[in-house]
């Protein structure tokens, strides 16, 4: 049982940044650094949207186009944390921001993973 809190959302004007942190607690079984995360968000009246995912060695897969050279996943094994740095923010990137997590690789990216946080919000402003 693996349970993620995030931190780090607020509210920032447009080209500023933010670190979004997800802190990973395992009740039983592996210890966090035998899964993968990631991070998926979601706007106000649109679809869930899978962002990246990383692997339990730092392998990284990022997801939408838009965010690309923007955004950055990274995790601290020692910490059991996994960030995600947004750098260059638009008024788009404004949704909740959900950390993952699951011990399969793929299931992150197909939206199958078996943790979710509760979610931060990043509301950037024009």
């Known amino acids: 049982q693996v349970q993620l809190v995030e931190s780090g959302g607020g509210k920032v004007q447009a080209g500023g940044s933010l670190r979004l942190s997800c802190a990973a607690s395992?009740?039983?079984?592996?210890?966090?650094?035998?899964?993968?995360a990631g991070w998926f968000r979601q706007a106000p009246g649109k679809e869930r949207e899978f962002v990246a995912r990383?692997?339990?060695?730092?392998?990284?897969?990022m997801n939408v186009d838009s965010v690309k050279g923007r955004f950055t996943i990274s995790r601290d094994n020692a910490k059991n944390t996994v960030y995600l740095q947004m750098d260059d923010l638009k008024p788009e990137d404004t949704a909740v921001y959900y950390c993952?997590?699951?011990?399969?690789?793929?299931?992150?990216?197909?939206?199958?993973?078996?943790?979710w946080g509760q979610g931060t919000q990043v509301t950037v402003s024009s």
């Open positions: 993952v997590a699951d011990a399969y690789f793929d299931d992150i990216s197909a939206g199958r993973a078996d943790y």
């Open positions: 395992v009740a039983s079984g592996p210890t966090f650094s035998n899964y993968a």
């Open positions: 990383i692997s339990r060695n730092g392998g990284v897969l």
